[in-house]
């Protein structure tokens, strides 16, 4: 699925759409380039999942997690993680592959221990649309 957004409203409404279909077991990742509006999808996807409380880009702490939503939810911020072995140390595999719905931004840096199945979510900016454009590739994978 492919959709374009003209204003961070649009982009925080699209991931709150998702967010409200989101399923228990359930790993999206986010790949775009810094300033595209990984952290307003995000916040829009937990406002989906009923979670009122600030979401922020989890950048110092890797990971955030929010309980008071329907359903557990796991933020990571792998950005600024220097080696793929930091998420061992965090207990990954207890948040990709548990109850609640994960979402990690800069998910490419850690392609190696992504779950096989995921939703992958592409944002790109295109300045001859304007400031506020956005164009969002979901994709869903299945990899063995």
């Known amino acids: 699925m492919q959709t374009e957004t003209y204003s961070s409203e649009e982009t925080f409404a699209l991931g709150e759409n998702i967010g409200r279909h989101a399923k228990p077991g359930e790993v999206y990742t986010l ?4 300033g595209v509006g990984k952290t307003v999808f995000t916040q829009g996807f937990a406002c ?3 979670i009122a409380e600030p979401v922020n880009s989890p950048t110092f702490t890797i990971v955030q997690v929010y309980e ?3 359903l557990p939810f796991y933020h990571f911020d792998v950005y600024r993680i220097g080696d ?3 998420m061992d140390e965090i207990g990954y595999e207890d948040y990709f592959y548990g109850d609640g719905v994960t979402m990690i931004e800069w998910a490419d ?4 221990i992504l779950p096989e ?13 304007g400031f506020d454009y956005r164009r969002v590739r979901i994709e869903e994978v ?3």
């Open 31 to 34: 790949i775009g380039d810094l």
């Open 48 to 50: 989906g999942l009923g």
């Open 68 to 70: 008071e939503g329907r």
């Open 84 to 86: 793929v072995e930091e």
């Open 109 to 112: 840096l850690i392609e190696e």
């Open 117 to 129: 199945y995921r939703w992958e979510i592409y944002i790109e900016k295109d300045p001859a649309k």
């Open 142 to 144: 299945h990899r063995s």
